[in-house]
C-alpha cells in the first residue's frame, strides 16, 4: 500500500502563507488522483484540493483562489500552496490517492500529516 510523508506545516498568521509537501513511497504517474485533506480537532475529515494526472484540478469551496495544488512526478511529491490563510484553516493537513474523482476510497495508508496553525 503506498505510505505518504507530509510536511512543511507550522505557525502563520492570519494572511500568510505556507507550502505544503507530500512525498509518495512509490511512483505518483500511476495514481491518478492526488488529494490533500484536513482535519480540524473535533470536526470530519475534508477534502481540500485534488490533481489528476492529466492536470485537472478541484478545490473545495472554501479554499478557492487561496489555494494551489501542484504535483511533480519526477519527485514523486504534491504541493499545496497556502496563501492569504485564515483562522479557519488551522488543521492537520494530509494527502492519499484515489483512482478517480468520483471514488471515495483512498488508496494509501495515512500518514501523521502536518501542522498548520493559523493565528496571530
Known amino acids: 500500500q503506498v505510505q505518504f510523508v507530509e510536511s512543511g506545516g507550522g505557525l502563520a498568521q492570519p494572511g500568510g502563507s505556507l507550502r505544503l509537501s507530500c512525498v509518495a513511497s512509490?511512483?505518483?504517474?500511476?495514481?491518478?488522483?492526488m488529494d490533500w485533506y484536513r482535519q480540524a480537532p473535533g470536526n470530519q475529515r475534508e477534502l481540500v484540493a485534488s490533481?489528476?494526472?492529466?492536470?485537472?484540478?478541484v478545490y473545495a469551496d472554501s479554499v478557492k483562489g487561496r489555494f494551489t495544488i501542484s504535483r511533480d512526478g519526477a519527485k514523486n511529491t504534491i504541493y499545496l500552496q497556502m496563501n492569504s490563510l485564515k483562522p479557519e484553516d488551522t488543521a492537520v493537513y494530509l494527502c492519499?490517492?484515489?483512482?478517480?474523482?468520483?471514488?471515495?476510497?483512498?488508496?494509501?495508508?495515512w500518514g501523521q500529516g502536518t501542522q498548520v496553525t493559523v493565528s496571530s
Open positions: 492519499n490517492a484515489r483512482s478517480g474523482l468520483r471514488y471515495k476510497s483512498t488508496l494509501g495508508s
Open positions: 512509490e511512483s505518483i504517474s500511476s495514481l491518478y488522483v
Open positions: 490533481i489528476t494526472s492529466f492536470g485537472n484540478i
